[in-house]
């Protein structure tokens, strides 16, 4: 196969905001620095949110103001309103990730809006991105499953789908927020999507809390899906959904699909040694993915088990 999967990592951002350890600065922007060594490409990098609700993001223009850009990297800022969206304008974010929600629970908990309400914001607030000549993503929140509600209804995928497209989302995500997701329920809600808004790129987020990312992963990428957001180490979580656990480990998900024959452009030795390092140094805490403690595929002539 010579088929490119493109990564989005995430730990800067989804990685950080829950973790027990609050990282200062200038670690973090080790860690970025770290992370573009691997070969990324796109990151999400900064989070424009309330620093009271997510105190580990309230540093986000600081960090916005120091990355690296001559890089070749884009960095992603997330915005839930307008008032994010124009922070995130304002920090020089290279692309803005809105959050649309697909059920009431959470979107009361998280932003304090039904799902139809983050569609008729993203139809108020786009324009501030359009205007500033700033890519527009949009990533649905608890696609598969709600922590307070939970069954979500297939059908609001495809209105939020739909409201994205006419809003100008150049990407739309389905964000497994709390890892719920089968596969088979991964390839209805692509065709639910699809068909709703055609031609509109897709984007796959999956948290690994129930051991069933990386199946989903495959799922997707065997529905004609190239983008998939990862973390390294598989660190992160949801402030606001109980029992969220971290994100699918980004070693993981490289080893799987260039075992396959897909090219990433991440370089796994790297990236195994950056899941090490948050381990080791930066967190001080045991990260979840698989590859930081078996390693990849062995060498001939390696060490026999």
């Known amino acids: 196969m010579s088929r490119t999967i493109e990564i989005v990592e995430v730990g800067p951002r989804d990685g950080l905001q829950n973790d027990p350890a609050l990282l200062a600065t200038p670690v973090k922007l080790e860690f970025i620095n770290r992370l573009i060594e691997t070969g990324v490409k796109r990151m999400e990098a900064a989070s424009f949110v309330n620093p009271k609700l997510v105190p580990a993001m309230a540093d986000s223009a600081d960090i916005m103001d120091a990355v690296p850009r001559d890089r070749g990297v884009s960095y992603i800022g997330l915005a839930l309103n307008e008032r994010g969206m124009r922070r995130a304008i304002e920090a020089r974010c290279d692309e803005i990730n809105y959050v649309l929600v697909a059920s009431e629970g959470f ?139 971290g994100n699918v480990a980004t070693e993981d998900v490289v080893y799987m699909l260039e075992r396959a024959g897909f090219d990433t452009g991440i370089d796994l030795d790297a990236m195994i040694s950056v899941a090490h390092w948050l381990e080791q140094t930066a967190l001080r805490h045991p990260v979840q993915s698989a590859l930081a403690k078996a390693g990849g595929f062995p060498a001939k002539g390696g060490p026999a088990a």
């Open 107 to 245: 979107g009361k908990a998280n932003q304090n809006a039904t799902p139809r309400d983050t569609a008729d914001l993203l139809d108020r607030i786009a324009v501030l991105a359009h205007d500033a000549q700033i890519p527009l993503s949009a990533t649905v929140s608890v696609a598969f499953g709600d922590p307070f509600d939970g069954e979500v209804d297939p059908g609001i995928l495809g209105m939020l789908a739909e409201r994205a497209a006419a809003a100008g989302a150049v990407e739309f995500a389905l964000g497994d927020t709390i890892g719920v997701a089968t596969p088979w329920d991964v390839e209805r809600a692509i065709s639910i999507v699809r068909d709703a808004a055609p031609g509109l790129k897709l984007r796959l987020h999956f948290h690994n809390t129930r051991n069933t990312a990386l199946a989903n992963i495959h799922a997707a990428v065997q529905n004609g899906v190239s983008v998939i957001d990862a973390s390294a180490g598989g660190i992160g979580g949801c402030p606001f959904a109980p029992r969220a656990t």
